[in-house]
């Protein structure tokens, strides 16, 4: 009592089993039947108008170093101590505030950097970033 023959099995099957297909088909159809009408009833709503001007530009950045001798300087210009705290000053004062970006020498001692962002803090500057270059 052979159910099959050897032979029978290791035969290729050429016909494509089509009920996964049409299950897949169907909840898709489904779910299309359930969505359009909830898309066809949509509320009417009156937008608010918006012009295509562009907003307040962004403020400038501020570039104070410290070089390594300790001496300040403002976007390049050199400063001495006495000018730093009232140019933060009017920093802090514009609207919108430019953005710090700090930058110290490597050989700068620390305690004048440090110097510098509490006078920046004091002045009311709320956006301070420090500089580096990459280890190479």
Known sequence: MAFGRQED???????INMTPLVDVM???????????????????VDLPRASNQPQDAKPETIRLSVAADGSYYWNENR????????????????QPQPELHL????EVRYERVA??????????VRKIGFITEPAR
């Open 9 to 15: 099995s290791d035969e290729v099957m050429s016909e």
């Open 115 to 124: 110097q510098a962002m509490a006078a920046a803090q004091s002045a009311g």
């Open 79 to 94: 400063i001495d101590d006495a000018a730093l705290k009232p140019l933060l000053d009017t920093a802090a004062a514009q």
């Open 26 to 44: 169907l909840v898709l159809l489904i779910i299309f039947i359930i969505t359009i009408p909830v898309m066809k009833h949509s509320v009417n």
């Open 103 to 106: 930058r110290g020498d490597r």
